[in-house]
């Protein structure tokens, strides 16, 4: 008999998601899928505004410290093209 | 006297509110001793308390999910208390009301997406077509605005 474990709320994950695990009849792991239950609208909303606005709105995607905005920062700087100091990126992360 | 039962939940919101609150720093020993924490995503509880005393509910409802959580979380707490903008006014989770769901998920999972393009639709809940706060939904007690509610904010209360 195939089954379905779900985990949820997830932990180690600052947002939302669920687990699902598929076994099949003999009780072995068939598939497994992470599903992100949340989503914002980043993508389309952003849409048509200043490119230096995104980081402050990008920082209400996921607010935890330093991490969502490190991406966001480089794509301004690549629209900018400007090339940050070799400390600044060693302090970014990137 | 017996410790007051608090929970916190997370709605669509993005954490900063609870980041907030935990921003309090050392403040929270002295709260430790006034309140157990029945049920967030901060702790490992996997279902809402039958009685709470506290709800502190961060972000705004944007899914069936959400709507389905906020009910259950007025049901079974006495006091709800709606925790920066987004559960106050709808926010950032708000700014996807113009476009609606459809628009928001096209551009996100098919034209955005270079590999198996598609709308996720197994487990995931659906959107609802406008973000509103949750006082649309529910009673709110009290509300505390703030993107983030200071944590001074939070400890003044």
Known sequence: MTQTITIDPVTRLEGHGKITIQLNSQGEVEDAHFHVTQVRGFEKFSEGRRFTRCEPHGAHLRHMPGLAHAGLAKACEAIMSVRIPHTAAQLSGC | ?157
Request: charged share 25%; glycine share 4%.
């Open chain 2, 1 to 157: 006297m017996s410790k007051l039962k608090v929970a916190t939940v997370w709605l669509d919101g993005c954490s900063g509110c609870h980041m907030s609150f935990l921003d309090m720093d050392e403040r929270i020993l002295e709260l430790a001793k006034l309140i157990d924490v029945v049920y967030s995503p901060l702790v490992d509880a996997k279902d809402f308390p039958d009685e709470v005393d506290i709800a502190l509910v961060e972000g705004a409802v944007a899914s069936e999910d959400d709507e389905k959580k906020i009910k259950k979380v007025r049901a079974h707490s006495k006091l709800l208390i709606a925790m920066g903008d987004c559960a106050v006014a709808g926010n950032v989770p708000s700014m996807r009301n113009p476009f609606g769901p459809e628009a928001i998920l096209e551009r996100a999972y098919i034209e955005n997406a270079s590999v198996q393009q598609q709308i996720p639709c197994v487990v995931v809940p659906k959107l609802l077509k406008i973000v509103r706060p949750i006082h649309e939904f529910v009673t709110v007690d009290v509300f505390l605005p703030g993107c983030p509610p200071s944590a001074d904010t939070f400890t003044q209360r």
